[in-house]
């Protein structure tokens, strides 16, 4: 029998977990087919407690499984820990706000195996999320499209399932800062996108805001391309150029006798502009290095905390435990 692995990344979902579990869990039960399953729930260095939902729905449920990271590292790399963790033959990767609903996982599940495809998105055409989210979304898709040369076609986001053999490859990759959609562009060419529903937040805030998104969009940019260097090269040999025709004209105005007048306005404009420029390019280099000497420097991907053992037969565990000690 074939093993679906659901990979819930938790940050401060104290109030939906639980129903996030319940509904997964349903959701495989309405299947025709029957399949084996797990849920591994990876709490992110949460704040509001949720991880005591997690253990207690691990030791009450045989299906699920929880860890603890050892501080806030991501989302990607929560999954990149959850990654780690999974047995299953497919891998089914899902919010754990609801608004990724557990019971459209099927129509992955069945893409994939009437297309043979390796990774299969699900894409939301009525999207509930902010408008702000919506325009960094935007954004996150057309740089995968310019850097990572995603076909137009495919939509990537959160909710996705991947064949095991995929998964095996990518989690290969323990560099400081993952990020999916690249690894599986680079993996396999064989990627869908289908059409599926988005539901409204139930509870909480959203945890990208301005500074997880451009990290998103960092890590998408200087990961897996040199692209961006390549563009600051272009950038400063077509500021060279025009400042080699603009001194020519100069030049020969000059030489023709005419009176040239020096705009300090436009002076500093210019200075301004190419000063930008300069600042922008090194930057984008700074970002390569700093990324070349964290990963040199071993800086961890994420860190699982020591934790009591927990999942099926956790509790018989845990009571004999307590039973030896107190003879």
Not at 166 to 178: E, G, I, M, Q, T
Not at 210 to 218: D, G, H, N, S
Not at 266 to 273: C, N, Y
Request: charged content about 15%; overall charge positive.
């Amino acid at each position: 029998m074939e093993k679906l692995s659901f990979l819930v990344p938790v940050y401060n979902s104290k109030d939906t977990i639980a129903s996030v579990v319940r509904r997964i869990a349903a959701a495989v039960q309405a299947l025709e087919t029957p399949l084996d399953f797990e849920i591994v729930l990876v709490d992110d260095g949460s704040r509001d407690g949720v991880y005591t939902v997690c253990r207690q729905l691990a030791v009450e449920l045989p299906y699920v499984r929880s860890f603890r990271l050892a501080r806030n590292f991501g989302q990607a790399n929560a999954l990149m820990a959850g990654l780690n963790q999974i047995t299953g033959d497919y891998v089914v990767c899902l919010d754990d706000d609801l608004q990724t609903p557990p019971e459209e996982f099927p129509k992955l599940y069945h893409t994939m195996q009437s297309g043979g495809f390796d990774v299969v998105y699900g894409y939301y055409e009525q999207k509930k999320h902010s408008a702000f989210r919506n325009f960094g979304t935007a954004l996150n898709e057309q740089m995968q499209t310019f850097i990572l040369n995603k076909p137009c076609n495919i939509h990537t986001s959160s909710y996705f399932i991947a064949r095991r053999y995929v998964v095996d490859v990518v989690k290969r990759y323990d560099k400081p800062f993952p990020y999916l959609p690249g690894l599986f562009l680079l993996v396999t060419g064989s990627v869908a996108s289908i059409p599926i529903r988005h539901a409204a937040r139930h509870a909480g805030r959203s945890g990208y805001g301005l500074v997880k998104l451009v990290q998103l969009w960092m890590n998408g940019f200087t990961n897996f391309s040199v692209r961006p260097l390549r563009i600051a090269s272009f950038a400063g040999a077509v500021i060279a150029l025009c400042a080699f025709v603009m001194t020519a004209v100069l030049f020969i105005l000059k030489l023709s006798g005419q009176d040239i007048q020096v705009g300090w306005t436009s002076t500093i404009v210019i200075m301004l502009f190419i000063g930008g420029v300069q600042l922008l390019s090194v930057g984008i280099l700074g970002e390569y290095i700093g990324r070349i000497y964290l990963s040199v420097n071993q800086t961890p991907q994420y860190v699982i905390k020591p934790q009591p053992p927990t999942g099926s037969g956790a509790a018989e565990r845990v009571c004999a435990q307590k039973n030896t000690a107190g003879v």
